[in-house]
């Protein structure tokens, strides 16, 4: 697989387009992709991946993977083979670990190198070099974990030397950050005894699931809102094949497409519904959406649907803070979905979309604004005001977010005048099919 040449910008213009129409099945989920990779490099022995997703973020993640001693190899599209060198074996990286825009990439590996005797320099492009990176930093720096080098304020480029011996602590995260949890636990993997993660509101469970499916003992308990994970240190990890659901993150942009261009009618294949993902779909359906859930079923351990989305009158609601964690990265196309309700939608505690690979709450801003949308910041919450359909005709500035591109190219479909955004080089990070897929649905893009 050849990885994306983002030097060079890409802009392309979304029009209005007629009626969507069709079937199609998202590329595979993210967060479970980077885990595979992952987890195939601390298991020794062969970890076959089925539905992977090939775009740049997983990519980088796969290399630093072979970095790390790992052979990784594509079989067929979406199919990977992985045999890890495992737990408490990492070679020394010889280069260094470039995760460009991935944020989860680099965050996850860092908790895997902060627990093993290894050194690494983690880097990555403008995006990721700007993103604070202390979060994960202070847990490992607490299980023995030493930072040699670090750009101001705790950013990339950053160099770690793991901790051999790394010490099971207990963590209780500032905040809902499955990025935060994974790395304290990749790392409590390689120390002897019992790594805690407590958290105050629940995140995404992959990492949890991913570690109980390859034979870590791992026990999950409520307390308070949130949960209490506690993890045996230095199991015997056994390899196991990982099938990996369609991502709802990916599956978004269709859905909304699905429901603001008039007399649209789409089936979106096989997308994950773990509720701790599903904060979005629950939000357009409290909003009027028509989305019907077909062959509800299991796929790789995760509960799995086709979801049936027609056009629908939408209308505005109140989304509660504590909804963030299960829709952090749908907050941007739940702002386009909300441009074309009736009334306010208030989506409330943004605050993590300001450390996201943009300053997303900002960019949401910009790009309602070019829209010709109204709306408000007041805090950390977002208001649209919907009503009439957008104007459209504006230019976005995607800065480097392949979320805000998407988002605000879904966005022209259904506007008045056509949408535009500067820059479609990073949709290769995460759905790197997006433009032939949405333009079998019917989409015009210019
Ligand atoms: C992810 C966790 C989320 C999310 C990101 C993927 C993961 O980040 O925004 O796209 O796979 O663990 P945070 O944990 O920082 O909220």
């Known amino acids: 697989m050849s990885l994306f040449d983002a030097s060079e910008r890409v802009p392309l213009r979304a029009a209005p387009s007629p009626a969507l129409r069709g079937r199609f099945r998202p590329p595979g989920d993210k967060s479970i992709s980077h885990r595979a990779f992952l987890f195939g490099l601390l298991t020794r022995g062969e970890t076959r991946i089925e539905g992977l997703l090939e775009g740049d973020d997983v990519l980088r993640t796969g290399r630093a993977c072979k ?7 594509r079989l067929a599209p979406g199919r990977w083979r992985v045999r890890g060198p495992g737990l408490g074996a990492l070679p020394p990286p010889r280069e260094k670990l470039d995760f460009r825009n991935a944020g989860t990439g680099s965050r996850l590996t860092m908790g895997v190198v902060g627990g093993h005797g290894v050194t690494a320099t983690f880097d990555g492009d403008a995006s990721l070099r700007k993103r604070p990176m202390n979060r994960i930093l202070d847990p490992l720096k607490l299980m023995g974990a030493v930072v040699l080098d670090e750009a101001e304020g705790g950013r990339c480029p950053i160099t770690i030397k793991g901790a051999r011996d790394p010490a099971p602590i207990l963590y209780r995260a500032p905040v809902a950050s499955a990025q935060i949890k994974s790395a304290v636990l990749l790392a409590g993997l390689n120390a002897r005894g ?6 105050a509101e629940a995140s995404r469970d ?28 230095r199991p015997e990890l056994k390899a196991a094949p990982v099938v990996v659901p369609a991502d709802p993150s990916a599956a978004a942009f269709p859905i909304v497409a699905a429901l603001i261009v008039p007399d649209s009618d789409v089936v979106i294949e096989g997308v994950m519904m773990n509720p701790l993902r599903s904060g979005l779909v629950g939000t357009l359906l409290e909003m009027g959406a028509d989305i019907a859930f077909l062959d509800r079923r299991r796929e790789g351990g995760e509960e799995v649907a086709d979801l049936r989305v027609r056009a629908s009158g939408l209308i505005g609601v109140d989304v509660p ?53 109204a709306h408000a910041i007041e805090g950390d919450d977002l208001i649209v005001e919907g009503g009439a359909r957008p104007l ?55």
């Open 67 to 73: 970095a790390l001693g790992a052979a990784v190899e």
């Open 194 to 199: 019992v790594t805690t993660v407590i958290e």
């Open 206 to 233: 992959h990492t949890e699931t991913m570690l109980a499916h390859f034979g870590a003992e791992v026990t999950v308990t409520p307390e308070g809102g949130g949960r209490r994970i506690e993890l045996v240190g």
């Open 321 to 373: 803070a504590s909804r963030a964690p299960s829709m952090i990265d749908e907050y941007p196309i739940l702002a386009v979905a909300a441009s074309f309700a009736a009334g306010a939608t208030r989506m409330r505690g943004l605050t993590e979309l300001r450390v996201k690979e943009s300053d997303r709450l900002a960019a949401v801003a910009a790009g309602l604004a070019a829209g010709g949308v």
């Open 392 to 446: 459209g005709g504006g230019l976005v500035a995607t800065h480097m977010d392949h979320r805000i591109a998407m988002s605000f190219l879904v966005m022209g479909l259904a506007s008045r005048a056509p949408m535009t955004v500067d820059d479609t080089a990073m949709i290769a990070t995460s759905f790197p099919t997006f433009r032939p897929a949405m333009e079998r649905l019917g989409a015009r893009f210019e």
